[in-house]
């Protein structure tokens, strides 16, 4: 069972960072590339927490009732990484309506050819 | 949207219930799940819901733009002074020990004022960025029609 | 009292000035503001580099845990000399900032310019100084997302474009990163540089390991812009604020580069993967392809920073071949050429932004004869240019001199006339631009220019003469960077 | 949650994909408080489905809704999305057993937080002594960061106005 759940773990994460990435990288619509950006991260984070869980262990806060943790590192590091991203969408989606405004479009492929036209 | 009577009561009830919320997470964080950053967000989308209702005049009477743009900054420096001031102490910086008289309080103290300087910075950024878009989104309604004459211009 | 807590007042003064700055909102006492943080940050770089030559690694517990229970500030050689390189570029740029920004940005903006400014001096200092993997990632991301503001507040619309196009890949390279991370603490249970280089040397056969390697490596390449990695940089150089680019583009890609260093050498340097992986040699054709393909598009650019900028990326080129040798004299070029790169480039985009003050545009076809009315401003060009090709008596023949050695020691001969021709390209971009600004008739309108302001013109000079002064003298560059890169090999086997 | 992926990958209209982006978080959310991970699961939620989707659609009320078909096909894309997926696989195979707590990741620093956040710090939630004390520092860089962000947002958004003047005006002098 265990092994079954590590490996589809993993799978998981990896198949969503692809996923993620491959919307980055290959879509042009810089909203969606925004989403793709915050999906690619995201699957990290999963990368880090499921290491850390322990089976049978129980959340970290400490109580009497429980002797067995998961490891509330990789918990702290995810906190921190996930203000990180929202912060980075927030000012991107800020440069997206910037560029929209002045170019009037938010396709990669046509701010290419209009700044190529100037 | 705004003119809905049921929205507007519904919205006046949640307000403080979602408010005192923010409070439990932030002063029970060291107990149960929670802390500074998710209080923040809890009360930024107390003032955002009213915002959203009432419009983003209203919501800027009720906190003012003027006092954000402080509270951003102000976080930072809470945090980072709670930092110096263990420093002072003849302590490492971000050392809370020697506020406290025993080093435990200190500690707790300590992770008090800091997830206080949290909620600060979050909340009020969350409201900047709010203020930003949605006023960027009023002023566009308005030149929406402009803009379509004047297409091309740009 | 104060010299024990350095290695935190580095980082902690500017990043308690930014704030500061935020709330005080007015241009010129935010200007105030972060020229004092600037200049306190560069004395404190100075003091912490005389530490360790005195009494060797700094180690500073922060919140008084100790590492690796809590986050660690590690100086030792390498650092401090980074550290010393990004906060004395920054200390001279600021002065130059105040008239440049002044032109370049709206007065309301003005304060949050220098805020932004002290954050980016804050996160590339904290990424140097730190001892922590995590930390890194954290500091790297308030550098980045700093100069992505900076940035998009150049007066071009496409600036706002090439910030874009920054934030994507920077946050692709920055999450690369993270994995690195990650799979590094999954295999070790620890996030402190120092100890995994204790534990990474064990398992470096790990499939996780490399994977790890392979992902820092990627990510870091974003971020300093490793050709092919490097498509952001031109445009983002070119439509930043002067004041912006010319700190960007001594700073920014430079602690990239030292994180390098670190990773490479002090965490996984112990178990000899330079031998057994195909990295150095990876890295070396790339550098190599860095020092011709960009140069050779630097010549055919109309905008003169953008003919810079592509030149960034050539130099880049240079600096990492240097490390992929691996050899003493390739890492002391290597780290020579950070510091000498970083003075050459942040003085030519500030002489840049000089004319682009006086003339209002970057394009190299209204620079025509601009040599014979800004005198001084284009003198200076020329110097750093030089500089640029490894002209003898300059600082960039000293960085030059030791990759050639490098590659003699290995016997490389042919890399020897690769890194002369490398020069060579170089040497037909300044031309270029020189033959312009002097050997053109002046427009009308170039004829009507003055000379730039003196609060301009001196910053820009300092590093003129610094450029001199390195290629002539060599003790802070070249005595600092040998025993770091000693220090550097001492992990290797 | 792989098929909200996909769904984001294959919709046009960018408002499906905002959803979508929403669904995914919660999707996440869940995920996470199956880790035991609740602190997390809860930011999550709030950021990821909250924050996060309030701003997308305020910006699709100032953007066009629908997403222009890609013009060239997606090669190099793929070919950089699989390598990085294989190297992940690559990586991610021999990683540690899933949920033991006898791995390395589990053993070196983890056991001290546990065993001494409490009388440490005096604060049961070991996330919460370890986010604001024992790597307070990285907070104090997190909070760094959304205030960076916070000024930048308003940077680039509140004075607009200006800014196009300014433009204008240099237009003017440099013809």
Same mark, same amino acid.
């Given at each position: ?118 | ?76 420096? +809470? ?33 008090? +004022? ?41 | ?493 | ?17 905002? $959803? ?21 699961? $809860? ?21 066009? $809704? ?110």
């Amino acid at each position: 069972m265990s092994t079954i759940l590590a490996d589809l773990n993993y799978w998981v994460t990896v198949f969503l960072l692809v996923g993620g990435l491959y919307i980055v990288v290959a879509h042009g619509n810089m909203i969606k590339k925004l989403v793709g950006l915050s999906i690619f991260q995201t699957s990290v984070y999963l990368l880090f927490i499921s290491p850390g869980k322990i089976l049978g262990g129980t959340a970290p806060i400490l109580d009497d009732k429980y002797t067995l943790y998961s490891n509330p590192l990789p918990h702290v590091l995810i906190l921190t990484a996930i203000v990180v991203g929202v912060a980075t969408i927030a000012l991107g989606l800020a440069l997206v309506v910037r560029i929209h405004e002045s170019y009037g479009t938010i396709e990669d492929d046509d701010l290419t050819d209009l700044e190529s036209d100037t | 949207m705004r003119d809905t009577i049921i929205l507007r009561v519904v919205v006046k009830l949640l307000l403080p219930a979602i408010l005192i919320f923010a409070l439990y997470v932030q002063f029970h964080g060291d107990y149960g799940p929670g802390g500074g950053f998710q209080a923040g967000v809890a009360a930024a989308a107390a003032i955002i819901l009213y915002g959203m209702i009432f419009g983003i005049p209203a919501a800027k009477q009720v906190v003012p733009p003027s006092v954000v743009f402080v509270m951003i900054p102000l976080g930072v420096l +809470i945090y980072a002074g709670t930092g110096v001031a263990g420093l002072l102490l003849g302590d490492n910086f971000l050392d809370y020990s020697p506020l406290g008289s025993k080093p435990v309080y200190g500690q707790h103290l300590g992770i008090l +004022i800091v997830e206080f300087g949290v909620l600060v910075t979050v909340s009020s950024t969350m409201l900047a960025i709010f203020y930003a878009f949605g006023g960027r989104a009023d002023e566009a309604d308005a030149a929406e029609e402009a803009r379509k004459d004047g297409e091309g211009g740009s | 009292m104060i010299a024990a807590h350095l290695p935190a007042l580095q980082v902690v003064v500017p990043l308690l000035a930014a704030p500061l700055c935020a709330i005080l909102r007015q241009g010129t006492i935010a200007w105030l503001i972060a020229l004092v943080a600037n200049w306190c940050a560069f004395v404190i770089s100075i003091a912490l580099v005389l530490q360790v030559r005195e009494l060797g690694i700094i180690s500073y517990e922060l919140g008084g845990w100790a590492p690796p229970i809590g986050i660690e500030y590690r100086v030792d050689l390498v650092n401090a000399f980074v550290l010393m390189v990004v906060s004395g570029v920054g200390a001279v740029i600021i002065p130059y900032a105040r008239k440049s920004i002044e032109s370049e940005i709206p007065r309301a903006q003005r304060g949050w310019f220098y805020t932004m400014y002290l954050l980016c001096l804050t996160g590339l200092l904290g990424v140097t100084i730190t001892g922590d993997a995590f930390n890194i990632f954290v500091f790297l991301e308030i550098s980045s997302l700093s100069s992505y503001v900076m940035i998009a507040m150049g007066r071009d619309r496409r600036a706002l474009t090439a910030s874009y196009r920054y934030l994507i890949m920077g946050t692709i390279g920055a999450t690369f990163i993270v994995i690195g991370i990650g799979l590094l603490w999954a295999m070790t249970g620890t996030l402190n540089l120092n100890d995994l280089a204790d534990r990474v040397p064990a398992i470096e056969e790990a499939r996780p390991v490399l994977a790890a390697l392979a992902f820092l490596t990627v990510g870091i390449s974003l971020k300093l812009a490793l050709f092919p990695l490097h498509l952001w940089l031109p445009n983002a150089y070119a439509y930043a604020p002067s004041a912006a680019s010319a700190f960007l583009a001594g700073t920014a890609t430079k602690v990239a580069i030292y994180l390098f260093f670190r990773f490479f050498f002090t965490v996984f340097g112990g178990g000899g993967f330079f031998d057994s992986t195909p990295l150095p040699e990876i890295i070396m054709v790339l550098s190599i392809v860095a020092m011709f393909a960009p140069g050779v598009v630097a010549i055919f650019q109309s905008n003169i920073k953008r003919l810079f900028a592509y030149s960034s990326v050539a130099q880049i080129g240079f600096i990492t071949l240097g490390i992929s040798l691996a050899s003493e004299p390739g890492l002391t070029g290597a780290l020579v050429h950070i510091a000498n790169h970083a003075i050459m480039k942040a003085g030519l985009f500030m002489l840049i932004g000089c004319i682009v003050f006086r003339l209002g545009s970057m394009r190299l076809e209204d620079m025509a004869g601009i040599g014979r009315t800004m005198p001084f401003t284009m003198a200076g060009i020329v110097v750093l240019g030089l500089g640029l090709l490894g002209a003898p008596a300059t600082a960039g023949f000293i960085s030059k001199w030791y990759l050639a050695e490098a590659a003699l020691l290995q016997g490389l001969w042919w890399l020897v006339g690769l890194i002369l021709l490398g020069s060579v390209v170089s040497m037909i971009y300044v031309g270029r631009v020189v033959e312009i600004a002097y050997f053109r008739e002046p427009s009308e309108k170039v004829a009507g220019l003055k000379e730039a302001p003196l609060s301009m013109l001196i910053p820009g000079w300092v590093l003129v003469i610094a450029t001199i002064y390195f290629g002539l003298d060599t003790t802070w560059t070249v005595g600092i960077a040998q025993d770091a890169a000693a220090s550097l090999l001492s992990a290797l086997y | 949650m792989v098929v909200t992926v996909i769904g984001i990958i294959r919709a046009h209209n960018l408002f499906a994909v905002v $959803m979508l982006g929403g669904v995914y978080s919660f999707l996440m959310a869940t995920v996470l408080v199956i880790l035991d991970a609740v602190d997390v699961s $809860m930011t999550e939620a709030a950021v990821g489905a909250g924050i996060s989707s309030v701003l997308l659609l305020a910006v699709l009320h100032l953007v066009r $809704m629908r997403e222009a078909p890609l013009r060239h096909t997606p090669v190099i894309p793929m070919i950089v999305c699989l390598l990085t997926g294989g190297a992940l696989v690559y990586g991610t195979v021999d990683l540690p057993p899933f949920g033991e707590a006898g791995g390395p990741q589990n053993q070196h620093v983890a056991p001290y937080y546990i065993e001494n956040a409490e009388h440490e710090t005096h604060s049961p939630n070991i996330v919460t002594a370890v986010l604001a004390s024992y790597r307070g520092y990285d907070t104090l860089g997190e909070v760094t960061v959304i205030f960076t962000a916070g000024i930048g947002v308003l940077v680039l958004l509140a004075a607009r106005r200006r800014r196009e003047d300014d433009e204008d005006e240099q237009k003017g002098g440099a013809a």
